[in-house]
């Protein structure tokens, strides 16, 4: 019985030293067009505060981009900015 303990007491102190967090960094995240602020976008390479207004009207007026490529959708968003901002992307 006292080896199931601290077994038990083992497993609990090791599940408790390893935290995985969700929810609100994923918002943070300056690459995520559909909930970054105005603020975030501009980090990005090549959006400023006129671009950034523009993908947040266009995400107020038509709702949540379905891909990261629609970003090309807003004015002022060219293919060369989109690539800019986001590398992994262009092929």
Known sequence: MRIAAVILSTL???SCTSRV???PAAAEDPS???TAA???LERLPGIG???AAAVIGHRSEYGAFRRRE???LVPGVSE???RAAFPSAAR
């Open 38 to 40: 105005a603020a975030d």
């Open 70 to 72: 629609h970003i090309l």
């Open 80 to 82: 060369a900015r989109y």
């Open 49 to 51: 505060a006129r671009t």
């Open 12 to 14: 609990i102190l090791v």
């Open 32 to 34: 995520d067009i559909n």
């Open 21 to 23: 967090e969700y929810g």
